[in-house]
């Protein structure tokens, strides 16, 4: 099978997913990342013109804040034209299928799309459908994948845990429907973490979860023992109530992470959230603003690693 | 007309025929097998030199889309299809818009496909109005109009109790209830199965369970009300062992797999191949060697095309939103014949199970080639590679997953009651 994200020459074509990419292609972008830190930390003015006529689209079939607005900036520094669609909002509404609106766009000449929809697999659909110029960057696909997400995080855990060979690695949370778990497990295993747990009830996780290489647990007291880095999930509201959960304080109780859990882990231990947070739903306020906290960092640096990710696309990382 | 089919390798599975033998008809009816009848003089010869002369082919489920779905495919593009395929006899299940719930309706189906002169179209009825799982259709009625079986094709009927009803009034005329087992709760919104790819790729699952605890509940109201049950498209290995155990245990009962099921698994998914979005879901690889045994034991009996024709929109969407089915009519032969090689049986076996087998499910005297049956007779290469191509196909449904796979065996000559209705161009 043909990986689809990569070209003949087994370069990146596409961001679609971190499942099946090459760890050098991984660890390139975090070094790439890496040098756009240091160009565009305390300059005043942080344009590069890598980017420079390239238009851009960022077309949001669900809606973000957070992530279209890094990616937008992420552009913008890279002195892309970007355009920003809300489809939920426009065509979508009005029946035009998926694949009409980007052929409409591609009629604008868009060089890069950043895609966000509801279903699995969307990126991947459009991805296929598009000339060989055009790149597709994933930025959530239902369940599936949100790999600049994963990205941004691999590149605050190598910033702060400097390797990743001997790092142990728990995510928390709602396994099952995130597609920031999926991307973060596959980036993880990918890059040498020898072992990755996954904390959750049962009601969160999907079927033959180990099958991803994970070690499962339900007891977050045990699975957070000795770690390094903590990586907790956002709960959607709708899971809260009803046959998946009980309730949110509940939730909270057994799976909340706190700073009475928080001190099983080691004691340099980082604590990552991809947000929005729910505070005092999967974590608790003190140990959010806590020190061993790194959720906005996390947040500037996922800048850095979208024009990394944008500009290897453009081939002139 | 007297036809006679020369020189031809001759496999008819109920008289345990299988070897060179000419085939003779006469007035749309086999007069004789090996040697001509006194005085026959042959108007046509068809020479079947190095080709398979068998019975026409019988498909268990094939989706016609008329009334009511005719953008997707007509009456006479999917008739086309079929005698390509070498299909002579097929039964469509009633999800039609509106669904076969009424005489008018299944007469109005019979008519038209008996206009149109190639396979001969047997309805199955509705179980309930509207295929809603709430009131009975008029099942005598619609039996009198033609419907070989009663089934509520993919809608689930939760309602037990209506189930019982339907089943025991379907067996106080005899009328056998065909049954796709799937609970509705489990699957919900699933779109694969609960298993490696469907975790991988984040698609909504429709675990394993979904498929036998329904299987259970039908073969015990079976049990208590004495009808016939037909299992349609099995997928699980829990569910070949259901019906393993079930038929050992004397219930009358058959079962059905959908081809696309024998040779593929959630693996056959890939990068969300919606070709692959099936109903029931491709199951994994065990599953799919339970379903080889379970036809090489005949735990199940036939294996059906499950056409199910969607136009290219409605595939080109994510997964989860694309349309679930694929076109089958034209690759029932060549994948069946494919199970047969892979599982070391001879040509028979896998005719037996497109041709005999599904014949006693519908309860008709066809799928053999005895003196006095219909002239009903499938010729083809049983050698010959060809390859899928979308726009090869006659079914106006362009989409399998089988499609840019070669397949070997190809049909020649299609003949329905004596009348020769296909013939490959190439031949």
């Not at chain 1, 009409?100 to 895609?115: E, K």
């Amino acid at each position: 099978m043909n990986n689809p994200q990569l070209n003949k020459h087994g370069e990146l074509q596409h961001l679609l997913s971190t499942e099946g990419l090459p760890a050098p292609i991984l660890r390139s972008i975090l070094d790439t990342a890496a040098s756009f830190m240091s160009v565009t930390e305390g300059r005043d003015i942080k344009k590069i013109p890598l980017l420079h006529g390239k238009s851009i689209f960022n077309i949001f079939f669900e809606s973000s804040t957070r992530t279209r607005t890094t990616f937008e900036i992420a552009a913008k520094r890279l002195s892309a034209d970007v355009v920003n669609l809300n489809i939920g909002s426009s065509s979508a509404s009005k029946g035009e299928t998926l694949l009409d609106t980007v052929d409409n766009l591609c009629a604008m000449h868009a060089d890069m799309f950043v895609v966000r929809h509801s279903q699995s697999g969307a990126a991947h659909l459009i991805a296929k459908h598009v000339a060989p110029e055009i790149h597709v960057i994933n930025a959530g696909d239902g369940r599936h994948a949100h790999p600049t997400q994963a990205l941004l995080d691999m590149f605050t855990i190598r910033h702060y845990k400097k390797e990743f060979h001997n790092l142990r690695v728990a995510i928390v949370g709602d396994i099952l429907h995130s597609r920031v778990a999926r991307s973060q497990i596959h980036a993880l295993t990918t890059l040498g973490v020898p072992e990755v747990r996954v904390i959750a009830p049962k009601t969160l996780l999907p079927s033959g979860a180990d099958k991803l290489g994970v070690q499962v647990y339900h007891d977050m007291t045990q699975g957070l023992r000795d770690v390094d880095v903590v990586m907790m999930l956002r709960l959607q509201n709708e899971r809260m109530q009803g046959a998946v959960l009980p309730s949110a304080q509940e939730y909270f109780k057994y799976y909340g992470l706190t700073r009475e859990k928080l001190v099983l882990a080691k004691t340099d231990a980082i604590v990552m959230h991809p947000g929005p947070m729910n505070r005092g739903v999967e974590i608790d306020s003190s140990v959010a603003d806590g020190t061993q906290s790194v959720i906005l960092p996390q947040v500037t640096f996922g800048i850095a690693v979208r024009m990394a990710v944008m500009s290897t696309l453009a081939g002139v990382g | 007309m007297n036809i006679q089919i020369k020189n031809g390798h001759l496999i008819d599975p109920k008289n345990q025929i299988d070897g060179l033998r000419d085939l003779f008809i006469t007035a749309g009816k086999v007069v004789a097998v090996g040697s001509a009848p006194e005085d026959f003089v042959a108007q046509q010869v068809i020479d079947a030199t190095g080709l398979v002369v068998a019975p026409g082919l019988i498909d268990l489920a094939a989706r016609l889309r008329e009334p009511g779905y005719e953008y997707r495919a007509t009456l006479e593009s999917e008739m086309d299809a079929a005698v390509a395929g070498g299909i002579t006899t097929l039964a469509c299940p009633p999800d039609t818009d509106p669904p076969l719930d009424e005489p008018g309706l299944v007469e109005m189906l019979k008519h038209r496909a008996r206009e149109l002169n190639k396979a001969r179209v047997r309805p199955v009825g509705a179980l309930t109005r509207g295929l809603k799982g709430v009131e009975l259709t008029e099942m005598a009625e619609l039996a009198d109009a033609g419907c070989i079986a009663f089934s509520q094709a993919d809608a689930t009927l939760t309602d037990t109790r209506v189930l019982m009803r339907a089943m025991q009034y379907a067996a106080t005329f005899g009328f056998s209830v065909w049954l796709r087992p799937q609970d509705s709760f489990l699957t919900r919104d699933g779109v694969a199965h609960d298993g490696e790819v469907a975790t991988r790729l984040g698609l909504p699952a429709i675990p394993v369970c979904a498929e036998t605890i329904a299987l259970s509940t039908m073969l015990q109201l079976a049990h208590e009300t004495g009808v016939r049950l037909h299992i349609c498209r099995i997928s699980s290995a829990g569910g070949v062992a259901q019906v393993r155990t079930a038929k050992q245990q004397g219930l009358a009962l058959t079962c059905d797999v959908s081809a696309n099921h024998v040779h593929l698994s959630e693996m056959d998914i890939g990068f969300f191949d919606a070709n692959c979005h099936l109903v029931p879901p491709l199951r994994s690889q065990r599953d799919r060697d339970a379903l080889h045994s379970g036809l090489l034991d005949g735990s199940i009996d036939a294996i059906c095309s499950d056409h199910t024709p969607v136009d290219d929109d409605a595939k080109q969407l994510p997964f989860a939103e694309a349309e679930a089915g694929a076109t089958g009519l034209e690759l029932l032969l060549p994948l069946t014949l494919k199970w047969a090689r892979q599982s070391h049986r001879a040509l028979s076996d896998g005719l037996a199970k497109i041709t005999l087998q599904p014949a006693l499910i519908l309860g008709l005297d066809a799928g053999h080639l005895s003196v006095g049956a219909a002239a009903d007779v499938c010729v083809f290469d049983p050698e010959v590679y060809w390859k899928v191509e979308s726009a090869a196909l006659k079914s106006q449904g362009k989409n399998t997953p089988f499609i840019g796979m070669e397949l070997q065996g190809r049909v020649h000559f299609t003949f329905v009651g004596g009348q020769l209705v296909y013939q490959f161009k190439g031949c």
